[in-house]
């Protein structure tokens, strides 16, 4: 058995017995569904109730993926700045980590002011979330580039530009790409925060229904979807990053992704 095959037997074998222990605690405990459902019960919402959440699963990755696409775009533009200039990291990061350092649920009411409820809070809630972590690691990535390669590249007449583009970035993907594995979960974090206070659309919204009604296994089950959601986001970029950024990873990581 290959070395790959076998990690991913352990996985799922801890994933299935994890979820079997879970449903033998809940009924040697006898424990209300009120407090804890069953996985079964879960299961049983998903399949049965599949026509009325798959409408709000789709809102709700749409949102995402129109949050998380925007965030990530002014994120690397934000980054590239601060990381190529002393000025523009002295003046921008400051504000950055200041405006990150707010809890974004203050941040909905004023986005439901502005744009009134629906879909375009929760789009910009979304984006503001993943921002920071995208700026921060191109930031970094951008500034690990050695001062010795660059003052070399000067002597052979590479100017900056040259240097950003043919060095810097390519050096700064491995950087980037790890902010996209967390900022695309923080995303969904955004968009749910924003469809509970100000959408009438989305699992954030249905979460919250379900809520006021006493219905906990329907509450489950959105929540099994946004995790099934962000796992499967977070493995396209994973595939993308290996695909992008084969070089910088180690080859034990090449054998296990």
């Known amino acids: 058995m290959s070395p790959k095959l076998r990690q991913r037997l352990l996985s799922t074998s801890a994933l299935v017995g994890f979820f079997v222990l879970w449903e033998m605690a809940c009924v040697a405990s006898g424990v209300s569904d009120l407090i804890l459902p069953r996985p079964s019960q879960i299961a049983h919402v998903l399949y049965e109730k599949l026509p009325l959440l798959w409408p709000h699963a789709v809102q709700t990755l749409n949102t995402t ?17 601060i990381g190529s200039s002393r000025t523009a990291y002295d003046v921008a990061y400051p504000l950055l980590v200041g405006f990150s350092s707010i809890p974004k649920v203050a941040v909905v009411p004023i986005f439901v002011v502005w744009f ?41 007449g590479a ?18 790409f790890a902010s996209l594995k967390i900022a695309i979960t923080l995303a969904f974090v955004g968009t749910v925060l924003a469809e509970t206070v100000a959408s009438n659309k989305g699992i954030g919204n ?23 959601l962000g796992v499967i986001l977070y493995a396209i970029s994973s595939w993308v990053e290996l695909r992008m950024t084969g070089w910088a990873q180690r080859k034990n990581d090449l054998a296990m992704g």
Do not use: C
């Open 116 to 156: 009134g409820s629906g879909t375009v809070p929760a789009i910009l809630t979304s984006m503001v979330i993943s921002i920071f972590p995208v700026v921060v690691n191109v930031a970094t990535g951008l500034a690990n580039t050695e001062p010795e390669l660059e003052d070399v590249l000067k002597v052979l």
């Open 159 to 176: 100017k900056k530009r040259d240097i950003l583009w043919n060095v810097s970035l390519p050096r700064a993907l491995p950087y980037l």
């Open 206 to 228: 249905l979460m919250m229904i379900a809520s006021g009604n006493f219905d906990v296994p329907m509450v489950f089950a959105g929540l099994v979807i946004l995790a099934v």
């Open 65 to 81: 993926l129109a949050g998380f696409a925007l965030g990530v775009v002014i994120g690397i533009l934000l980054g590239l700045l």
